[in-house]
């Protein structure tokens, strides 16, 4: 009955599309209720009701009992409960106060329930209690603090041998009358206890706790939001604090975790502020679909495809950022990384690249938080150009302004002798060498944070709102972004055994000007990289001509002058975002747990992008809009309980089914030539077409989980899922649109059987698992269309496709092995968590490219196995725990080791990226590793020697591989300091083993920038060829020049944190924190001349760089404190 | 034992779920109508005369700011003929210096959107190719496309002939195919091959014309006149035929003689596509938004060759005041608002030459140099951005009859064909603008006063075809032509540092991208090339 109450709730929300989802939903709740009835014939109780079956029993053993399955602490003397009696107790489903009652029937003891603590005392004691004169009291007065000087909410404060106790209140503090010489016990949850005596000198306290020696009790978030002790995992989760993302902050949050995550290959794309960032967990497992993880916000699927470009030609446009960046790190209470299958069995085909699951904050006190965080950013020149010759072409001084400018971007002039020279605005100026284009070019830019939390908590629930503002000026003149943030998380029980989770985020943005990237036109990066070694880039600032026009500095129209690229071209986007959810879970019980959960992401982006009126390249300009709204609808429902076999056994069944709807709607407006001139509106233009790019795709899963725990040391987990997917389907064709798949994974806590003084966790893990995956909507069906305009009014039709179709399309499937191990050694100053993977992805649903004389740039087929091994760990080392100062450091690493097995039959390899030089490619190549930097090798005579053609330039030879684009060993260290108040933290990482395709030193070789060109550079080369013909000829025909290793190691990140205590505020501020951070200060090493080995330009094709905004470093401050 | 039985249960009815979940069905009923695009058409829905009309106008260049006529047409072919001069820094083609982009555009590569948002990619290949073989499969078994479907097969003759001519072999029986046969990385076929099934091709397709069947609605060439296609059939089966008159004589021949009597007979036979200039770059005139600057300093910096005005000039010849310019203007808009077209003034710009401030290699070294703007820029009727793009004209089959007449005595006489292809060649052009048209007594005049000598007959024909294919912008043709024929006898330039040791380029290399994209067929075809696979080796008609 409930279950149709809450699902009606559901399809009201869901409103429009409701009707199809209904007769879906009706199946599942039957699916749920058969499955729940089964599970009930043999249910007991996990909840408030306790379930015993003892007898003669020790009563501490009782204690655990009803710790485990109520939750509540048990505080007692030790030698008092030495002289409690054995018991014997058998109930069901009975509420704890009547167990309680039935066990200390008979003994001399008695109890009391404070908070969730049940305190022990002698029965006696109280009795005595009575006929006594109150001794004086003393009124003491304290505050409980943790480790970090914060204050400990809802401790209890205790006095030894009496019922008396109280609770820390929201600011940590407690008052409690006590006698002199009596012991105050203070507890809590997670930490070690302490005893104070009373005395008139310490009546006003300040109690610090220590964290428990207790890591068996950790808990982590797992696929659905299940949270489970770390021991019971059969996998590797990693967990990232939010605090560890909010300092040291990032645009895109995502980019914060770079080198943090053993096994996580973070790359940030170099496309200013807010652009995407390539997360790759565990080594590429997909040809051509997506390799970037499924991100889940409070239980609500979310997908962060990169809106970049797939690294073709005339890639002059934005990257548009990704989904995640929206993010903001001050809500974000934990970031789960799940690496392997198994960890993701339960997400199903979304998961199969990994699982990133983000918690937000709700609120855990009355408090008002605040943060506020400004970094600066500076530019770094990557290059190390020459600044021998300056502009020109044949060692050849411009005479005038006509030579200047038809010499352009070209620096194969004459050598630079500071004598003046014409230049291309007809201005005479000394030829000397221009070193500081970048840093006169790229100003200061800077990211402004403000958040303001407000945490309430009321009976029977909490609220936190948190708004937040977020002002980025880029580095890029004239471009950054402004985003605001809301965040509404609501947790609440109306009902007894009925609790409600309801959030939403709204999110506004605005990009301003993101930049473009890759190919010169309209792209300031591009052009100021290339400007002659003699030019001035504020020679060119001027931008327009009095008439309008581009102020162009050379012939070449598409040489746009930095200046206007960045002042007059327009690239804005709006997103209007709101991502809700409300999760709604009823217990029984018996334990039974009903949970129905709806989310809903929605954004709507409009983009405007305009190619200005006097565009030396389009003089009449064009304007594209493009308006964007998109949904993903994501319902489920999942049952669950914990069953009791016996003493030491329990099982966990769990089934869900869950429903998603994902749409687009797009609609492109496209312009060109404005009937009034520098007006950009789209009804200015005169030509004007429009475009229709609609997407839809449903799919629904059933699952199972069965999960068994004996005796706190053996866990069991199996798990089973059903996907149908819509994009599966062909219409006439009644094709299998299902897949099934199954996971298993185990853990083993060896250190409960084995315990030697110097473990005190060890814990053993394997899983195995299979993932299926389908593909995006239309890819069945061949499909025409109709341009926009028509010719004399004919239409003009075409086919939609560029990827040829394929009806008979199935779902593919990954697999994949995982070992481990987690310990902590020596009272946990050391921790070792390792794994070891192996993953097989087969009959992978590709989008291969073909020969375009096919007509076609691709074909969807289901084609290939692609496999991954590697091992990832993660060790930290506390080398000095003291009183006022500790130092804990630790590195994580992991080494992949990817493997293309196979592509389709004869098929040897298959493109991936092209670079805009038309000689660079990556590819996946049979035999290889995923994303090879490929390029023309030189040519080779039988002799070994290096062919030439009739000119003296050597010949190209084979296209060959040179290595992966993804490094293939990657790896962090953090050092974390804590002297008194002060905490300095920082990160060094590196990745090794990749490859990276340098268009930047492409055309350094074309335009005579690459010191390399230095070489002769008077004489001649062949048969009388002039440098600047020799190397370009080179570049052309030689790419395998421009192959760079992408190795590095950074220093990353540097934090230096000031604690305030609380009382220098009179407590009015509950702590505040001040630091200094720093990130990508230097680059320790790299292997690149001119480029960062980090500069790619598309996440969809890692490899390939050109024309992105250059590194930059960034140092700021953050402020935090509570109220 | 309780306990036993206990779990026993336990795990049969976890078991039964999870059973239970592997057997269920989804409700997949609708899954047929979710995955289906509805901003497309299908088969069942859509007209294929559409499509005729996308191929005729993507044969006149890309919709993508004219991408391979810019590269191709204009940059190579124009200056390497001479008929064109440019010295704007990247005409690399005016100094037979190798781009390997341009030289690979006319090729084409993909794109990752098709329409109505992009065009699949630029290039024959994508833009002309794909829908031309997909308008066969689609029409080919419905008698109600009945003409459609043979002229879809004459469409792709005329598109394939142009790709091999330019790159030599070059896929084209599996082309074009990758739906319908699954044929991702198409066989590079022999040229001997495809110029054999072209005639067979254009044959059979012609004779299967109906003049009572289907008149197709999407044709821009000739408005679904049948009669009209059976000409241009046969004038195309002429033009194929004669490309092979230095390797294969004999079968030039054969299908020449089939071709006579049945040719055009008339200007108003002329095909050609006239744009619109309110589609924006997909449907204004290709050549025209080059030469108008849209896209660089085209408009003031590519001229008339000065072979090309030295070729007219002399001889008074009547087009020169309608083709060329000097001190051009434009509007805001950049349309084209006319110059000097006094004949006396016009002077071609010599090629090879730069604005480097070399003497010996800048413009301004040039004997006779006065200004940029002094040279001859085509003139206002040619850049027209609504103007005709020719396709194959009267004036192209009278003279290509002309020299069948001269070398095999086939079809009449080599004089009145002579006579009708260089008169037809002067009036047509009044299908640019009603302002370039010549009266045709001027034209009759010209050509009486310039008669057709048997003893230089073939360069007489072959330079009057070279202006010709030069005064349509079909530079594409002069260079076929010039490489068949070998006339005119153009002078190469003397430019330092270019890749043909100084030769007029044979040649387009292969797009480097087929080697990444279709690497064993490339390479067994990059291999194969008479003389290497570069600007200087030959296809095998030009032996």
Redesign the interface.
Known sequence: MFLKVLFKLLLAKRGLAGHLTKTLLIMRLTAIFLLAACLQANATGYGQTISLSETNTSLIKVFNQIKKQSGYEFWYEDKLIQKAKLVSIHVQHAPLEQVLGMLFRDQTLTYEIIGKTVAIREKEAAVQEQPLPPPAAIDVHGRVLNEKGEPVVGATVGIKGTRKAVVTADNGEFSIQAEKGQVLVISFVGYGTREVVVSENNSNLSISLKIADQVINEVVVTALGIKKERKAVGYSVTEVKGEELTKAREVNVMNALEGKVAGLNVNSIAGGPAASSNVIIRGVSSLSQTNQPLYVINGVPMESQPKGSPGMQYDNLPDLGDAISNLNPDDIETVSVLKGAAATALYGYRGKAGVILITTKSAKSNSIEVNSNYVAERVMNPTDWQYVYGQGGNTHKPDSALVAFNAGQYSYGAKLDGQPVAQFDGVARPYVAQKDNLSRFYRTGGTFTNTVAFNRLFEGGAIRFAASDLTNRSIVPNSGVNRQSFNLAVNFSPYKRLTVDARANYILEQAKNRPFLSDGPGNSNFNVMFLPTSVDVNTLKKAVNPDGSEFGYSNNVYATNPWFAAEKFINNTDRDRLITSVNVRYTFDNGLFLQGRVGRDAYTDTYTGVVPNGTAYRVNGSINVQSTKFTDMNVDGLAGITLKANDDLTITPTVGASYRRTKTDQITNSGTTFAVPYVYNISNAIDKSVGLTPSDLEVQSVYGNVELAYGGALYLNGSLRNDWFSSLATPGKNNKLNVIYPSVSGSFVFSQLWHPGWLSFGKLRAGYAVVGQATDPYQTLLSYALYSPTLNGRPLGSIANTSVPNDALEASKASEVEVGTEMKLFHNLVSVDISAYFKKSRNEIVNAPASISSGYTGAILNIGQLQNKGIEALVSVTPVKLEGFSWTTSVNGSINANKVIALAAGQSSLPVGTSRTGNGFTQNIVGYAASQVVAFDYKYDAAGKVVVDGSGIPVSGDLKPFGSAYAKWIAGWNNEFTIGKFSVSFLIDGKFGGKIFSATDYYGYLFGLHKATLVNREGTFGNGLNAQTYYTGLANNISRLFVKDADFIKFRQLVIGYSFPGKLFGNVVKGATVSLVARNLFTLMKKTDNIDPEANYTANAQGLELGGVPPSRTFGANLSFKL | MT?LV??R???T??G???L???F?T???K??????????????TN??????L??VQ?AYTGS?DFSYETWRANLIYCSTLMQGFSSV???WAGDKYI?N??YT?SY???????????????D?A??EQ???V??LIQFTKDLPRYKNLCQIARLMRALVMERITDLYGD??YS??????YD?????KYDKQQDIYTDLLKEISDATSKLDPNGDQP??D?FYNGNISQWQRFGNTLLLRVAMRLVKVDPATAQTYAQQAVGHTMTGNGDNAF????A??????INRNSQVLL?????ENVYTKWSKTFIDMLKPVGDPRLAKIAITHPTWD???NPLGGNDTPAVQKGMPNGK?????PAQ?ISGAPGYTSIADYSSPSQYLTKRDGPTFILTYAESELLLAEAAQRWGIGGSAAQHYHDGVKAAITYLGQYDDKATIADTTAENFVTAHPYDPANGLEMINTQYWIHTNTMLDFYESWSNWRRSGFPALVPVVY??N?T?GTIPRRFPYP????????V?YKAAHDAVPGGD?LTGRVWWDK
């Open positions: 306990i206990k779990m249960n336990i795990f009815g976890a039964v779920c999870l239970i979940l592997a269920m989804g409700c997949t609708n899954y047929d109508a979710i995955n289906t695009n509805p901003a497309g058409y299908s088969k859509f007209e294929p005369n559409y499509i009309t996308t106008l919709t704007v820094g990247y190798l390997p982009g690979a090729w084409g590569f993909g794109s990752a959107q098709g329409p109505p948002l992009g065009n699949g990619g290039g290949y994508p190719v794909k829908p073989v997909d070059c896929p599996e082309a074009g195919l990758g739906y699954k044929t991702f990385f198409p609605t999407g821009v596509v006239k744009a619109d309110t589609g924006g770059r997909i449907t600057g849209d896209g660089g300093p805001n808009s950049r730069d604005l480097s401030g070399i800048d330092p540092n890749n040791n480097v991208d087929e080697a990444n994209t279709n690497p067929n570069n």
